[in-house]
């Protein structure tokens, strides 16, 4: 009886041990189906049939579910495709996603290492302090002294930048776009670096088309990315990018950071964002100047985004004149045309600010790809550290299963029965979890002044139909021209 127990324990720890085995080995062949790459380029070709990549992505879904594999090139990815998944991906395990790709240009953009890019290094106590010494004056809480000076800023700039439109033939086709960017670049200056350029000056015009450029090209993806070999056909354009990385280090050092360096009184509070991070390379050990420029540049180079943003909201505006109506009407019941509006108007212009998240939901620029750090698993799944996860929130804001006729141009979608702003959970347009995005308050505060004041003081209509690329929010540096009819009110 005895050996026929021993017998049977050895026997059940075998089975046990053979059927450990193959779960291991049925785990390390990854079950997440997928198409089957092909030699080279992996599934590359695939997303060539699409407009865009996330396109791609939505209609692999159909075929292969809401978490596929996809190789890109030799890269092993992951996609995923719903709010669950992408929730465990940025939240409950943010931790173990906290990587990003690997790719040669934004190595080529950010001084040859791309840990020096606060949205493109991979998570490190170093991208913690950068995000903390951030947050305070990138986002500013509504009640505090953060956001009345990031008001008063704006509304300083407010006045430069209607005398700067003014200068422009009424009624012709004009190309506001390097104004509009003007602005935003000089709110931005005023409010981290306590100084703003002329419209005029020339080396500013270049930082603000060379910060435009990079814009549009890191929200562009390229073969290169993924089958690095093409790379010394690359050169003329990797070399591109080095040279506006190299212009706006030498403008920022000469014409921002040079005057700081001679003013500053390390025993008073800091003036700005710029004396802040320099107190923090003499007292934090573990931060060096180039962390401290790269994170200048960074946040000085967010201003792009807005003035991205601002041009494709004013690409609907002049789409649907009914939406151009609405935000004039909530901006003239505000202002009774006797002033410029300001940040703190925005809670009594509900509409404006759906329009504005109207714009990012249709736009639906993608989240920044996270790769895996370690091994690690979703919903059961297991992934290989080094797998790049997209997070498919192209379908997640247009998709029927989320939105009522989620094709169609309509803020009222963010608004409550009773008028006030509501956004549903799922719409994530600046990401969630450790990485989501520190600028978000700036881009809700600065893009609503700007087109509250531009439509406050024009009509706007386009020469021709204004085209925009889908999934992306940049628009490309030379973009649409827009025709400015004065509406005759003039707020001082
Ligand atoms: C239209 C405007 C903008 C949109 C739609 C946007 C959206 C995003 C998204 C989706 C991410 C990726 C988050 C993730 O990977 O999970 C991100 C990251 C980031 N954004 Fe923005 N952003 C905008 C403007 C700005 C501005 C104006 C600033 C700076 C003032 C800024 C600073 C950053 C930084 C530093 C990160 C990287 C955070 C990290 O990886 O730890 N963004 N943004």
Redesign the pocket.
Known sequence: MFVVTVLSVIVFVLMLTLWATKRQKKKSINPIPGPDPLPVIGSLHLLGEHETPFEAFTALSKIYGDIFSITMGSTPCVVVNNFDLIKEV?ITKGGDFGG?PDFMRFHKLFGGNRNN?????D?SVL?KT??SI?RTY?SPRFTSLQYAAVNTVGSNELEAFMGELQKFPVNKPVDIKPVVLGACANM?MQYMCSTRFSYEDKDFKKLVRDFDEIFWEINQGYAVDFLPWLLPMYSKHMNKLSQWAADIREFILARIVQDHINTLDYHAPPRDFTDALLIHLQEDPNMEWQHIIFELE?????????G??VM?ILASVVKYPRVAKKIQEEVDNVTQGKRYVNMFDKAAMPYTEAVLWET?RK?S??????VATTDTEIQGSPIKRGTMVF?N?YDLNLSAQYWDEPEKFMPERFLSSTGNVVKPAHF?????????????R??QC??FIIVSTLLQNYNLSAASEVKLKPGC?AVPPDCFKLILTPRHINPN
Do not use: E, Y
């Open positions: 940025l990003r890019s606060l949205a493109l290094c998570w991208q950068r995000r951030a990138c931005f960074d946040f000085i180079g967010g201003h792009s985004a807005i991205n943003l494709m990012l736009s620029s993608p989240i920044v790809p996270h997070l929130n994530i347009p600046f990401s969630t979890g450790k990485r989501t995005c520190i600028g978000q700036l881009v600065f893009s929010v």
